[in-house]
């Protein structure tokens, strides 16, 4: 019987701790954009410019860039920067992938620009605003990992084929959630695409 309510005890705290990370993460400013289309395939966005912290990694796969990049970055938004600042972490973390290597970006909260946000002591960081874009967009759940980011790239990649639609650059991966969130994980891939509104 003690079994059973240490058992339960444990089974309570793991809800309760993992409905605070989520909600946690609810709470976490995401990165702007406006959605221009939605269906049951794909939905396409436009990002404006927004202010980014972006690493080069020589890593070509997920799981490498995941665990170069983070740990800068994470160092640089927790006070690793000229004025000792801590800067909230938003949503999503941003890589970009290819077979010459990749790039891992935070999107650095809406008050910031380029000229008052801290310069970070690590000078490998590139502080830049990125270019608005049209961005085509494929969600899937769960962990990321290079198997599924492939499968997914490759699907929106057929859809796009399919509709006709211009791919204008490489695929981006999209990740919404830290690593102890285990329930309602939010991925993407995102494409940059050609789009005409009118």
Known sequence: MKALYIFLGLCAIYIIFQ???TNSAVKTEKQ???????????EIRYYPSATMATVYSSATNYKSVANS??????????????????IAMTAPVRMN??????????????KYNESNLPKPNDESIRI?????????IISFSGYANDEKITLYKNKILQILSKRNIKVTGNYTFLGYNAPYQMIARINEIAIPIEWNEQ
């Open 128 to 136: 830049h605003e990125s270019a608005p874009q049209y961005a085509a």
């Open 32 to 42: 702007k954009y406006r959605t221009v289309l939605k269906d049951d395939e794909l």
């Open 19 to 21: 409905s605070f990370v």
């Open 69 to 86: 990049g983070f740990g800068k970055l994470a160092r640089f938004i927790f006070g690793g920067n000229k004025e000792n600042e801590r």
């Open 97 to 110: 992938m290819s077979e010459k290597g990749a790039e891992m970006s935070f999107v650095m909260p809406t």
